[in-house]
């Protein structure tokens, strides 16, 4: 039987689950210790697509991982399947994929630190316009975390920004001037501060659509050119 498993690779049961301030840092930290590593190797191009960035970025943080021998889980465009998809109920196809997923030594899938890549710019640059990909910043960045289409048992979560153009900081202000705009002054990224030495990480607050629960998601705003 497969209970008798549990001697070799351990049980469930023995681990609790728990997403706090603790792991919630240690994320942070191997994300940025990536991004420092890809960008000192400069393994990249500016044009990218976001899900390039965020593959690419992957591979520096599980060599992160390895190094700093952590056990963490770190997992490229997972499919979120809820309940309703794992009872048949809803198409498996239409279930949201976040960008990276971050587990630690338990078995329940449910239980992550989900982070979403989002390319951004200051000013037009070639065919990337700032105002759209700020509006998609929003929309299915930060929205996504709202509505509980990422992380919905999970009251945090991650952005990271993918700077190919301008000053972060000055993006940041322009996202916050575009939340004012749609009346959402209450979301805005604030406290900004360092985190591994990355000047541009701020926090915002927002209700979250389908239990009204208070979430927390970090902005991490990764400046690459």
């Given at each position: ?22 792991f919630e840092q240690a994320c942070l930290l191997i994300v940025i210790e990536g991004f420092k590593d890809m960008k000192r190797e400069a393994h990249y191009d500016l044009a990218w697509k976001e899900t390039r960035f965020s593959a690419h970025l992957i591979g ?166």
């Amino acid at each position: 039987m497969l209970s008798s498993f549990q001697s070799t690779i351990g049980s469930a049961s023995q681990v609790i689950p728990n997403i706090d301030d603790d792991f919630e840092q240690a994320c942070l930290l191997i994300v940025i210790e990536g991004f420092k590593d890809m960008k000192r190797e400069a393994h990249y191009d500016l044009a990218w697509k976001e899900t390039r960035f965020s593959a690419h970025l992957i591979g520096y943080m599980q060599q992160a991982r390895e190094r700093n021998d952590l056990l963490l889980r770190i997992d490229p465009e997972y499919h979120l399947y809820h309940q309703e998809v794992l009872e048949g109920k809803e198409d498996p196809d239409t279930a949201p994929r976040i960008d990276i997923k971050i587990s630690g030594g338990w078995a329940k899938e449910d239980i992550y630190y989900g982070v979403e890549g989002k390319v951004l710019v200051e000013n037009d640059w070639g065919t990337r316009d700032n105002y759209q990909l700020r509006t998609r910043y929003i929309d299915t960045g930060i929205d996504n975390f709202v509505s509980g289409r990422y992380s919905r048992d999970i009251p945090r979560g991650c952005i990271l920004g993918y700077v190919v153009q301008g000053t972060a900081s000055e993006i940041a202000l322009k996202i916050n001037e575009l939340l004012t705009h749609h009346g959402r002054a209450s979301e805005h990224l604030t406290n900004r501060h360092f985190i591994n030495n990355c000047p541009d990480c701020y926090k915002s607050r927002h209700i979250r659509n389908t239990d009204r629960q208070v979430i927390r998601l970090y902005h991490v705003l990764l400046t690459f050119c």
